[in-house]
């Protein structure tokens, strides 16, 4: 019979553990609702050591709310081919993948993290540390979306566009966190119709705007999502 032989990580792999399952973790709890003793016990050692990677408990929050920021703003990347109401579905998809399986993570992210620190008192330096990582997610979205757009400077009706709709896409997400009752598929399509509509606003009030889209627009097939929205306002007017 042989003893199995647990294998001695290295400094930045034991970090990497440990950030992985403070994740999974929160994938199921707020971060506020797990101990360092549960995260010590699911990696297998013990809490003094966990200190010894990390030098509090609230590092080991943001350095967990910095990889899942990463993670989500990796879900708006997409390949810039075919039409651009399909991509964004995609991208939306996407999206609600990371807020269904990571609920009370995101909620954290997006809300500024972990309420109360061990010591009761929560510091400045964490408040704007997890509002840079909120930014972060942001731009990236903000940037990819300008990108599947052709634009790279884009005039200020558009900016407000995209910015809005990314919030928009942050809110909805949140509320259908508090009991997921509107399906998931739907919110998706629908999320996708009001980036369509946002921009169909703005458009109708900006040459210049119109301009820059109607190529984008043109190359929409009528039974995507921007085609159908077209069809059931058509419908709801008529």
Sequence with gaps: MTTGVRRRMGVEERRQ???GVALDLFARRSPDEVSIDEIAAAAGISRPLVYHYFPGKLSLYEAALKRASEDLAGRFTEPHEGPLGARLLRVM???????????????????GGPAVPADGVRSMGHVSTTNALIDSVRQAAYEQILAHLEVTDPPARLELVVRSWISLAESTALLWLDGRRIPRAELEVQ???????????????????RARLRPVLAAEPADGPFGDLVARLLALVS
């Design 191 to 209: 999320l996708v119709q009001d980036f369509a509509a946002l921009t169909a606003v703005s458009a109708a009030h900006d040459e210049e705007l």
């Design 93 to 111: 998809h996407r999206y609600f993948d990371f807020v269904d399986e990571h609920g009370p993570g995101f909620s954290a992210l997006m809300r």
């Design 17 to 19: 553990q440990l950030i």
